[in-house]
């Protein structure tokens, strides 16, 4: 079949910085002063621009600077130039031999200019190859170890049929031993297996076993002296291991030149970045080399590595993973497969005999040693490059001989978007130590080779021509340096041309001598302006018409033509949708524009008759109704000069006016009846006020006072027999104890007597005293609250 010989994947490094990553097409300012677009042509002739022109229309397309009177050679038009620093004729034999040209490319780019270089790439013949062989000891993988001890001969008889370069090493993992992925029991750390297996080694998560050999016996030896081990969960260290073989360059014997396979075996899943909190591990991987007695020292203090991490660090060592697992895990080792460029994944038998088959398979579809693969087009940010391979001959594949060695060709086109920085990208194929650095400057500056240094009449003998623009001296400003700055300088003078120190001119005009000189439209009308803040070409449409077609537009605003009004002219002058039953205009509470009541704020569509949101009315005129209907009230002095233009009020006995009815109290505690109709305007009323008030009755004082004091009576006498009761209890009581004691004792009659003289009297005064204060708390009482009532009503 037709196709390539050897894949070229490209692998591109664009270090951009946030301010290159938009699409849309910047500006820079050339060295000739003015802003030119990214894929503009110049014109620098000197008399190019009229007066007030911009000198921005300088920039635009050949044919369009031909056509205003620029000539050819007063065309300036960057190209791009392609500077091949580096490159080396392909040797595909030796120790260091050259297998892609140039090495090498600085680019010139003017945005939006694709530039092609070709690339040229011939597989060496016999080139090295190490294999590093990381085998998952658990104690699921038992009966795979004694087959993995016989490789040696088979791997290397595989990998000499490609290269006579070729070398082995071998390394093994576990997990980290901490709970809970081992078991930290002392005797179970120094023999994780079963009781009844005598072959065990300690648990251990990563031990490098033998760096890079090709020596079968070697091989052999070393593997044989490795035992089973075991842990706790099913998922492994894997990634700590591979994370390990990558970067220990040299414990593991990665030579500068070769291809560099890194096999692993498993038949479980693997721990990843996070895991590692379970035990307490929180520190990250920091991608490091940590080996030390060919133990991996790190593991019990570092977290796993992330897939990301390990697919960096496996890119940036040049190492392609082959992964050969059992079919059970076939899923996530094909998932992690996507995840890492370059890695391949073969299916494992129950005890690793097809462990050969696999890596022979492998290794022959890998992508930096695979016959034939289609290409790839790649576009990132604001550099585009595309690859299109030019080898067409029909190549022939060979079993014995699966890396053919013709040299093929890659046109890679280049294209800058944007004015971006001097930046690189690196074109390497996978598995491969050779590179091609291109390195892109763009070309967004102007170079006008005729640049006058000297003062010159173009500029009025006043300054120089540069890129056919006046570069004025010191004092002297303008177009053509016509215009003497004066006693001020060119900034004080610059800043009478901005309005609220905002842009010179808005934009649309050169301040000449201090003043805004105008440019022209694109239509051919000018600005105006004192700051050329106006144009007439951006007033509201209708009907996809300026101003409808029925006025003119001045400075951003339609003068409607008689007859017509609106924003944009749109509607005939008429009130007749505004008019209302009484024949006003919005009730005299809005405007009519476009047939239309615009009310004041509160009052409603359609003819603004109703004020929703505006305050009670009834409260708010409430003095004006009490001075006019009764006289009296706040206003009762200068009724008329307050009252005269918002309300009309008349007394009458029925109301005529419907609506709703107020009920509000006046400043003499009468409640007053009144209606009000708003006429025409915003704050005048017409109001009927009802003649009668009702005023409450004053309180009955006689009464009061009589009903007190015979309640205060009733109360006294009450008090009176209420204590003479309570003076008798207490005699008898008082009696009937006498008695008792009298009989008990030898005691004449006389004491009788002597009691009652001596006890009955002062208890009766003490209970009298007694009522009579109490009494006469209540009278104070009464007065008191008599006198509040008074004061309440009056």
């Not at 910085?17 to 990214?38: A, E, F, W, Y």
Request: charged residues 25%.
């Amino acid at each position: 079949r037709r196709g390539l010989c050897v894949i070229l994947y490209v692998l591109i490094f664009l270090p951009f910085s946030s301010s290159n990553v938009s699409g849309t097409p910047s500006h820079r300012k050339g060295k000739c002063g003015i802003v030119i677009h990214d894929v503009g042509t110049i014109c620098f002739l000197e008399n190019f621009t009229k007066a007030g022109e911009q000198e921005a229309v300088r920039c635009d397309t050949v044919e369009e600077l031909m056509e205003r009177g620029c000539r050819m050679e007063d065309v300036i038009s960057p190209k791009n130039d392609i500077d091949i620093t580096a490159n080396q004729a392909l040797s595909p034999e030796g120790r260091e031999p050259v297998q892609m040209r140039p090495q090498r490319i600085n680019l010139k780019l003017r945005p939006g200019l694709p530039a092609t270089f070709k690339v040229s790439f011939k597989r060496a013949v016999g080139y090295p190859v190490d294999l590093y062989y990381l085998m998952d000891l658990s104690y699921s993988m038992k009966d795979d170890l004694a087959n993995v001890k016989e490789l040696g001969k088979d791997l290397l008889a595989v990998l000499k049929k490609v290269t006579k370069h070729a070398r082995i090493g071998f390394g093994a993992f576990v997990d980290k031993t901490v709970l809970p992925y081992t078991n930290t029991n002392k005797k179970k750390l120094e023999k994780p297996c079963d009781e009844n297996d005598q072959q065990c080694q300690a648990a251990f998560g990563y031990r490098h076993v033998l760096s890079m050999t090709d020596s079968e016996a070697e091989f052999r030896n070393q593997v044989s002296q490795q035992y089973i081990s075991g842990n706790l969960d099913p998922p492994e260290g894997s990634l700590d291991a591979m994370m390990q073989a990558a970067v220990c360059r040299n414990e593991i014997g990665w030579r500068n030149s070769s291809t560099r396979l890194l096999v692993l075996t498993t038949d479980a899943g693997f721990h990843t970045a996070g895991d590692g909190k379970l035990a307490g591990i929180l520190e990250p991987n920091d991608e490091q080399c940590h080996m030390g007695g060919q133990l991996y020292t790190k593991s019990n203090e570092m977290d796993y590595p992330s897939v990301g991490q390990l697919a960096t660090m496996l890119e940036k060592n040049n190492i392609q993973p082959i992964f050969a697992v059992t079919q059970n895990v076939e899923k996530v080792y094909k998932e992690l497969s996507e995840m890492i460029p370059k890695s391949e994944v073969g299916i494992l038998s129950s005890d690793s005999r097809n462990v050969v088959q696999l890596i022979e398979n492998a290794y022959n579809v890998s992508p930096s040693l695979s016959s034939c693969h289609r290409l790839h087009c790649f576009e990132k940010k604001n550099i585009r490059k595309v690859y299109v391979a030019n080898q067409t001959t029909p190549i022939v594949l060979n079993h014995k001989f699966p890396l053919c060695p013709f040299q093929i060709s890659f046109n890679v086109t280049v294209t800058a978007d944007s004015c971006i920085k001097t930046q690189s990208f690196t074109i390497r194929p996978q598995g491969i130590k050779d590179t091609l650095t291109v390195t892109i400057t763009p070309v967004c500056e102007c170079e006008c080779a005729r640049s006058v240094d000297s003062v010159h009449q173009h500029c009025s003998d006043k300054g120089s021509v540069d890129c056919g623009i006046c570069r004025c001296v010191e004092g002297f400003i303008g177009q053509f340096c016509e215009c003497s700055s004066g006693n001020k300088d060119t900034s004080a003078l610059r800043a009478s041309c901005r309005r609220d120190n905002g842009t010179e001119c808005e934009g649309r005009g050169d301040c000449v001598c201090g003043r805004c000189q105008c440019h022209t439209t694109e239509s051919g009308s000018s600005y105006h302006g004192e700051f050329c803040q106006c144009d007439d070409e951006h007033c509201e449409k209708f009907q996809n018409k300026l101003c409808g077609g029925n006025g003119q537009c001045n400075c951003g605003e339609c003068k409607c033509n008689p007859g017509y009004e609106g924003s944009a002219c749109q509607c005939t002058v008429s009130e007749e949708g505004c008019r209302t039953p009484n024949n006003s205009v919005c009730y005299g509470r809005g405007v009519c524009k476009c047939n239309r009541c615009e009310c004041k704020e509160g009052y409603q569509r359609p003819h603004c008759q109703t004020c929703l949101g505006c305050p009670d009315q009834c409260l708010s005129k409430l003095n004006c109704i009490e001075c006019l209907g009764f006289m009296s009230g706040p206003l009762k002095d200068n009724c008329n000069t307050v009252c005269r233009g918002s309300v009309h009020g008349e007394t009458v006995e029925q109301f005529t006016i419907p609506g709703k009815e107020c009920l509000q109290k006046d400043s003499e505690g009468c409640w007053i009846k009144f209606k009000l109709e708003q006429l025409v305007g915003e704050d005048v009323y017409r109001a009927e006020i009802d003649k009668q008030r009702e005023c409450p009755k004053p309180p009955n004082v006689t009464a009061i006072i009589a009903g007190s004091l015979a309640g205060v009576a009733i109360i006294g006498i009450l008090l009176l027999l209420l204590v003479k009761l309570l003076i008798h209890l207490n005699d008898l009581k008082e009696f009937r104890k006498f008695e008792n004691e009298k009989k008990k004792s030898k005691w004449a009659d006389v004491s009788l007597a002597l009691f009652g003289l001596r006890c009955c009297p002062r208890r009766f005064y003490s209970y009298l005293c007694f009522s009579f204060c109490l009494y006469l708390f209540i009278i104070l009482f009464t007065v008191f609250i008599f006198l509040l009532l008074l004061m309440t009503n009056y």
